[in-house]
């Protein structure tokens, strides 16, 4: 038994190009036990049992790590229909090898939410990490926060939307900010100004728009600005690295590239969707269709897919996640005559690296190098997991694809590995394919065929204290700098009468 599966425990990718995040190189790459052993040119099949798989023609490259999904998740009432078993499932099938998915507390208990999402992810059949969720504010709230990253969570998201349920205020996302800081862990911001967002809805309800175009009426992209400079302002005013997930639209970006400018620690994220699809979808005539593009912040206009695709060229935003959250048509069903309640999520765990490919590379705004920073080594590195993850190379984890550049293929409903009864990029033509998936050294995705085992997956901590807290010491810790004033008040009568100008 352990013979046999040592046996295909040794892959070898003869003649491929590698291409990593700061370059590309013809090599072939030798993997043992789960790990890179060699990543050099001629390197022989020498022993029994190697596994050779020909690379010829085609790249070699990271596998991909989505930073942000939402397996299993409860939300608006349904529980997403892609468990750690789907959705792992289609994530190597899409060439991505690890992901980190959002923990939600449970009645506001962090530690009962970690319990949970422990229990879930016992179907993985990949590598994955956890963010935590923060979605109200006490003492008991900020010591869990300390014994979840004890457990290896160095990233906490707080909701500014989703206002009676998820969100926070101002204040409570303040305490959030200055614990994430004394913990040294990533600060990560759902920027929607939710008061804004629920009277929008109601003003837009109250007009009899009641169909999924509502969704995208009523959140326009001023409110993600808003909410987006807010956060960086207060990350900035408590002195603590920021990462503002999902960036749907120009009003964050250019928030996130101004506060870049000015030396802030600020990490974008932008998502599958928003570079590829627009808000038009959610005007279309069949309710189960535009019902599967409801997401927030929302899907918008092709300008703003544009200004996304800009801004990862210039490196104004950093990785591309995808918050795959998928809900079937009848659980999108629910809001057939209230956008309002339609469960917000869209797919793309399996369909990310073929997207960004698509519209970055094939475009020519991102090289094969770019794209492997942005799908892949840009995670690694903000979550603290790199080299391990996000780079081909000796000592790091035999997470590796190999990329066919002149396969072309079209996405559909049909041949996907989702649960999902629905794709959002159904039709969507791609030249390019993921045709061999290495996850630990096991070959689980090739020539269209899934080789998985349920509960084989693992759990990777995330340390915390990572690359966007070095040198922040020497930085002014606060705004408010007392210091800097001598640090002592100034010295005034006590008679309560003051001299005359
Ligand atoms: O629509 C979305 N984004 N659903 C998932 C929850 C979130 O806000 O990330
Ligand atoms: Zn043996
Ligand atoms: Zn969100
Ligand atoms: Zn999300």
């Known amino acids: 038994m352990h013979c046999l599966a040592r046996l295909f425990s ?115 059949v990949m590598d994955y990490g ?14 869990d926060m300390a014994a979840v990253t004890a457990r290896g969570v160095n990233s906490f998201k707080f909701f500014m939307a989703y206002k009676g349920a998820l969100m926070v205020n101002d204040e409570q996302l303040l305490a959030g900010l200055r614990r994430c800081k004394e913990l040294g862990a990533l600060a990560q911001v759902h920027a929607e100004n939710g008061d804004a967002v629920a009277e929008g809805q109601q003003r837009v309800f109250d007009a009899g728009i009641t169909g999924p175009e509502g969704h995208a009426l009523s959140r326009p992209a001023a409110l993600e600005g808003e909410a987006t400079a807010r956060a960086i302002r207060l990350a900035e005013f408590v002195g603590t690295p920021l990462y503002v997930v999902h960036v749907m639209s120009r009003d964050a970006m250019e928030e996130v590239g101004r506060a870049r400018q000015r030396g802030v620690r600020v990490v974008g994220e932008t998502v599958a969707s928003a570079i590829s699809m627009d808000e038009s979808r959610m005007w279309h005539p069949d309710f189960d269709v535009a019902a599967q593009y409801v997401m927030s912040p929302p899907i918008r206009s092709k300008e703003h897919g544009a200004a996304l695709r800009a801004a990862l060229a210039g490196g104004v935003l950093q990785l591309v996640g995808t918050d795959h959250a998928v809900f079937n048509s009848s659980q999108k069903a629910v809001g057939r005559h209230d956008f309002r309640i339609i469960p917000n999520g869209v797919n793309g765990l399996e369909e990310r690296l073929h997207v960004v490919w698509q519209e970055l590379v094939n475009s020519g705004q991102l090289t094969p190098s770019d794209f492997v920073r942005v799908t892949s080594t840009a995670a690694a590195q903000v979550y603290n997991i790199y080299p391990r993850k996000g780079v081909v190379a000796p000592g790091s984890d035999a997470d590796v694809i190999i990329f066919d550049p002149s396969l072309d293929h079209t996405i559909t409903a049909a041949a996907h590995h989702s649960a999902m009864d629905t794709n959002i990029y159904e039709g969507y033509r791609v030249r390019g394919k993921v045709v061999t998936t290495i996850s630990r050294g096991r070959v689980v995705w090739h020539e269209g065929k899934l080789n998985v085992m349920r509960g084989s997956g693992r759990f990777v901590p995330t340390p915390t204290h990572g690359p966007l807290f070095q040198g922040l010491d020497k930085q002014p810790a606060h705004l408010v700098d007392v210091a800097r004033y001598g640090g002592v008040p100034v010295k005034r009568s006590s008679s309560g009468t003051h001299e005359r100008d």
Do not use: Y
Not at 130 to 143: G, I, K, Q
């Open 10 to 124: 040794l892959p070898v990718l003869q003649g491929g190009t590698v291409v990593n995040a700061d370059r590309q190189f013809q090599a072939d790459v030798l993997i043992r036990d789960g790990i890179i052993l060699r990543v050099e040119p001629g390197l022989q099949a020498a022993r029994p049992g190697t596994r050779q798989l020909d690379a010829r023609g085609k790249l070699v490259m990271p596998g991909g790590i989505d930073p942000h999904t939402h397996l299993a998740m409860p939300f608006m009432g349904q529980v997403a229909c892609d468990d750690f078993f789907s959705g792992h499932a289609a994530a190597l099938a899409g060439g991505t090898t690890m992901h980190i998915d959002f923990v939600l507390p449970v009645a506001h208990d962090l530690l009962a939410g970690w319990e949970e999402w422990q229990r879930k992810a016992q179907a993985a």
């Open 130 to 143: 956890f963010h935590m969720a923060v979605t109200s504010w006490s003492d008991r709230v900020a010591a």
